[in-house]
């Protein structure tokens, strides 16, 4: 073999094999060495890996190789999150069945990750959509309603009208839906809701225990939590025809503001305006001008500003005699707060908007710090930031925060109708999770309404509720409801004729569970606790920072769900989270602008300059930005076409040296060679030394040769670097220090090599194979068998660190001839006499000095001085 180019499509599929043969990633929960859970988000089967995965899994890859060889009782599994609407348009399109696209593409990108090499344990394998997986699903879900952590509830919700289908907040992006990008219409339905909004306090909370989480992470959950404290506050309504109520109650976080009031805005839902509405036609068109658009918080914000005056008045709270106008306005919500607030156009954009609009007073009444009061004024934007309270009667001159407190033990002192005029109150912006979902492809919500006996969760003996797959997909909507018999039961409890739910889960409620899940995947119960307790927090996670709120709060949520309900003993699911950075790609077009995929170009290179051409019309290409890859820009490289040309150790290799794994990594072609080119030399470094280390040498402990013990210690810095840069998930330090090491050996071999140098040498290029065995793990392999290791370098233990070889010991001394200083030498400390006399003497300057004379004496000072006498 040695001589031979290393040849990846030969070896790794053997090695894959093999490892597949002797079960080596196969995980028993009942090994007795510590566990260590290492998870990748798994993927939606879309029918093709791409180079975000490839990334990703080389990463978790790298962990879970990784701690394998420290002797921990690695869980690396995989599966797939297989439910969700692409699967039914592709059953759309191609008139087949959902399941039978998603299990093809399963199939497929199975076979893609396979050719990965990646140590995962297949026997965990399962996909979400399998009536395996979502009967426990559905086991759950009768627990936690059953727990009181589900209830149903009307509700506005957000209506994608292309994909039909009700979407979460979350799932609205710039008042569009996050898969159509339809414009969401807002509908009022009866949903089936998680209580996340009961957990808000403990989600918030328990972030700050999340230390191994990116701060970013935690900072977004904390925004979308949303935890304000301000005041609730009821405004007297002064006497009118129009309505019987006595107060309106508004929420506000800034009392502080209340002497720059200068009106009361009501939600278009607020029961208030539905009375008025009654009365008034104009009111009705009005509030209908406003459901037309979604109910997303961000569609708010963005928003045209609207308003509608009721007629009605408000006696004002600090100022005797004065009254403000109750208007009803677009962007107030009627499920945060109280559904109506006070306006402070001086000091909220949103009221400014509105004041300006219909020309209402503003007066400012917060002083920036330094600005003159007399001339202080507002224009188009409100004043947000601190500052000194003015125009504002018995607050004048306190600080923000101290007006607030001031005012609240103001309002607290007085009452209306009865009641104390203002209480402090705790909001949160994070909503109840709204999960029903009117489409086939989820899992069916497990309960049966009877007109009898109300909405009863199925008898678990009768689960699971299977999806039928008898389904046609002619007409627009659910499926499900269409099916001429699916939901047309008995009533588990009455026996009377009873309807089947129809809407099916939101598919993340699939993943905020899966990694419980692999703990025992074919257990007879969702979880085994005891097993799952033992596994669980997943302590390394890793995936795309798209999901840090989605995907992330709502595992957060549900962990606390299972917990209440019996399943597991622990609130927090992950807790080492790492996001990787995005691969991304250099974009090309030709000259009639469309895009061009890198594998119809060629890119010539003169000087400083790169040009491309079309590879069969020769016609130029222009060279464009690098950006994400992506389909639309074709800008990507396809997996397969990587592995096949290059192999999968190359394809691994360059995704983890490049970039810190949290940045962008951009994909070349010069890269990927680079890569291509290090295995070959570790090849021809391992076949070269193929001979020394398989000699037998007793010698290897003496650290009396200075070439070897430098040897020794760069390999057992390199060893300790690794593992710590693996650790810190620093792969691309780990990769520059396995560069680092493999030169140094490459370097040492040569001829009149003492049994000190082989030795070391031979140390080093074993643990070279071991280290570079979590990266490149087919290459490890073969290099470890033709080294003539035992069994394999997967179930290899990661090398012992010697301390001594460790600690920066090395000393500087300075070298003497005839009583003066001419040189100096740097040598381990301790070198004995006689080995810091050889180097001395074949030091270049010495030779020169002494221009061929022998010296009389020389004598060294260990770890001092050398003295030269000629
Ligand atoms: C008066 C005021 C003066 C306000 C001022 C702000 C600035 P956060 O911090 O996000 O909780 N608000 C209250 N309920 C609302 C609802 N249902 N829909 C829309 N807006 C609502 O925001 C709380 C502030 O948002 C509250 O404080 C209220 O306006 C508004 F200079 O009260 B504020
Ligand atoms: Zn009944």
Known sequence: MSGERYNPRESEPKWQKIWDDAKSFVTANDDPREPYYVLEMFPYPSGRIHMGHVRNYSMGDVVARYYRARGRNVLHPMGWDAFGLPAENAAIERKTHPGTWTYQNIEAMKAQLKSMGLSIDWTREFATCSPEYYQHQQALFIDMLEAGLITRKNSKVNWDPVDMTVLANEQVIDGKGWRSGAVVEQRELTQWFFKISDFAEDLLEALDTLTEWPEKVRTMQRNWIGKSEGLRLLFELAPSDKTDASSIEVFTTRPDTIFGASFVGLSPDHPLTTALAANNPALVDFVAECHSHGTATETLEKAEKQGFDTGLRVKHPVIPGATLPVYVANFILMDYGTGAIFGCPAHDQRDLDLARKYGLSVIPVVLPHGADPETFEIGTEAYVDAGNIFNSGFLDGLSIDDAKKKIAEHFDARTVDGKPQGKVEVNYRLRDWGISRQRYWGCPIPVIHCEVCGTIPVPKKDLPVRLPDDVTFDKPG????????????????????????????????????????????????????????????????????????????????????????????????????????????????????????????????????????????????????????????????????????????????????????????????????????????????????????????????????TDALALRRIIHRSVHGIAQDIEGLRFNRAVAQIYELTNALTKALGSNLGPAQRAAIAEGVEKLTILLSPMM???????????????????????????????????????????????????PKGTPAAEVERLVLSLDEVIRILEGKTPKKIVVVQDRIVNVVV
């Not at 018999?485 to 309807?499: D, I, M, Y």
């Not at 927090?572 to 691969?583: A, D, W, Y």
């Not at 070889?805 to 740097?826: F, H, M, S, Y």
């Open 478 to 705: 659910n499926a499900l409801d269409h099916h001429p018999t699916w939901k047309h039961v008995h009533c588990p409890q009455c026996g009377a004729s009873a309807r089947r739910e129809t809407d099916t889960m939101d598919t993340f409620v699939d993943s905020s569970w899966y990694f419980a899940r692999f703990t025992a995947p074919q257990a007879e119960t969702p979880t085994v606790p005891s097993v799952a307790n033992r596994w669980l927090p997943v302590d390394q996670y890793i995936g795309g920072v798209e999901h840090a709120i989605l995907h992330l709060l709502y595992s957060r949520f549900f962990t606390r769900a299972m917990k209440a309900t019996g399943h597991v003993d622990i609130s927090e699911p992950f807790k080492g989270l790492f996001t990787q950075g995005m691969v991304t790609h250099e974009t090309y077009k030709s000259e009639t602008g469309e895009w061009v995929n890198p594998t119809e170009i060629v890119i010539e290179t003169s000087g400083d300059t790169r040009t491309a051409r079309d590879l069969r019309t020769n016609a130029p290409v222009a060279i464009g930005s690098v950006e994400k890859m992506s389909k639309s820009k074709k800008n990507v490289v396809d997996p397969d076409e990587i592995v096949g040309t290059y192999g999968a150790d190359t394809a691994r290799w360059f995704m983890l040296s490049d970039s810190p794994p949290e940045r962008d990594v951009q994909w070349t072609e010069a890269g990927v060679e680079g890569a291509s080119r290090f295995q070959q030399r570790v090849w021809r470094l391992v076949n070269e030394s193929i001979e020394i280390s398989k000699q037998s040498l007793e010698t290897v402990s003496k650290n009396d040769n």
């Open 777 to 827: 793990p087919h290459l490890a392999e073969t290099c470890w068998e033709v080294l003539g290791k035992p069994g394999l370098v997967a179930d290899a233990s990661w090398p012992d660190v010697d301390p001594a070889l460790l600690v920066d010991d090395e000393v500087t001394l300075p070298i003497q001839i005839n009583g003066k200083r001419r040189a100096e030498i740097t040598v």
